[in-house]
């Protein structure tokens, strides 16, 4: 089963509560946020389910490869001389669409 993450409010350390009447809860040491659910599976689930972060991770995961693409080249072309690379104007502006992607997320956050 998939473990707790910290604390999606203030990065505490979740703790298991059982027997809540008829089903589960999880809280935080810390903050005292808590959720309850019919069963560990339920909570962990909302517990860990982090769709700014997971969309952060995804852009930079984009522009990783759009760097990486720019400096190595395309993988079956073997790659280019390091010492003289240049990023294309597309490759340039898909980078700034990333991160103006990146920035609007965290304003979200």
Partial sequence: MEELKACPFCKGEGKWWG?????VRTY????????NGETKAEVIAIWNNRPIEEALEKALDNLTDILDYSINGAPDMGGIDKTNYSISVVQLRKI???LTDIEAIRKEK
């Fill in 96 to 98: 700034v669409h990333l």
């Fill in 28 to 35: 935080c040491q810390k903050c005292r946020a808590k959720i």
């Fill in 19 to 23: 027997g809540y009447l008829t089903g």
